[in-house]
């Protein structure tokens, strides 16, 4: 977007998935991100139902250590 950049996205026929991951911090500032960068106004002609992803990974195990979903 004009004001930030996307992690990534999912689309779906009904649904738009939009990703934000993170390695320091945690899964709501990464939500946060997702809706003060307004990553989902893309999206809104779509008529699509838009979830918003924030993801923390633990870069010691290598793998996800927490996340949240939450509907835009």
């Known amino acids: 977007t004009n004001i930030g950049r996307i992690d990534f996205v999912i689309k779906l026929p009904t649904l738009v998935y939009i990703f934000e991951c993170k390695i320091q911090g945690?899964?709501?500032?990464?939500?946060?991100?997702?809706?003060?960068k307004k990553y989902a106004q893309k999206y809104e002609l779509s008529n699509k139902k838009?979830?918003?992803?924030?993801?923390?990974?633990?870069?010691?195990?290598?793998?996800?250590?927490?996340?949240?979903?939450?509907e835009l």
């Open 26 to 36: 945690s899964v709501h500032q990464a939500l946060n991100q997702i809706e003060e």
């Open 50 to 70: 838009i979830i918003g992803v924030g993801i923390l990974f633990d870069t010691k195990n290598r793998n996800i250590q927490e996340w949240i979903v939450k």
